[in-house]
């Protein structure tokens, strides 16, 4: 019903920003709450933002709370993650996501219904 496709990542220094997109098709992307999640190789997949359907509420992780904004445009089908002060504890592949279930619910990754293929993004000196 919805396929993403994550852009934006790379390689950065600690202290410095980096902004995600996240391309959806479908006809249904309104429908969802859509956000992102980040996996190292070897852990467990972690939620890291979220945001409501109209983009009215937003949910993060205690790590990237006041450091990263999460944000929509359902004209755009576009979902993004503006990542600011980064630290080497943030590398990370991130996915972009999407589910049926509110904000609250994604500390369990799996309650997300879809996923996009996942960016590589690298923090460090």
């Known amino acids: 019903q919805v396929q993403l496709v994550e852009s934006g990542g790379g390689l950065v220094q600690p202290g410095g920003s980096l902004r995600l997109s996240c391309a959806a098709s479908?006809?249904?992307?309104?429908?969802?709450?859509v956000g992102w999640l980040r996996q190292t190789p070897g852990k467990e997949r972690e939620f890291v933002a979220a945001?409501?359907?109209?983009?009215?509420?937003?949910y993060y992780a205690v790590s990237v709370k006041g450091r990263f904004t999460v944000s929509r445009d359902n004209a755009k089908n576009t979902l993004y993650l503006q990542m600011n002060s980064l630290k080497p504890e943030d590398t990370a592949v991130y996915y972009c996501?999407?589910?049926?279930?509110?904000?609250?619910?994604?500390?369990?990754?799996?309650?997300?219904?879809?996923w996009g293929q996942g960016t590589q993004v690298t923090v460090s000196s």
């Open positions: 945001i409501s359907r109209l983009g009215g509420r937003t």
């Open positions: 996501a999407a589910g049926s279930r509110d904000g609250d619910a994604w500390h369990d990754p799996s309650q997300v219904d879809y």
């Open positions: 479908g006809s249904a992307f309104g429908r969802f709450v």
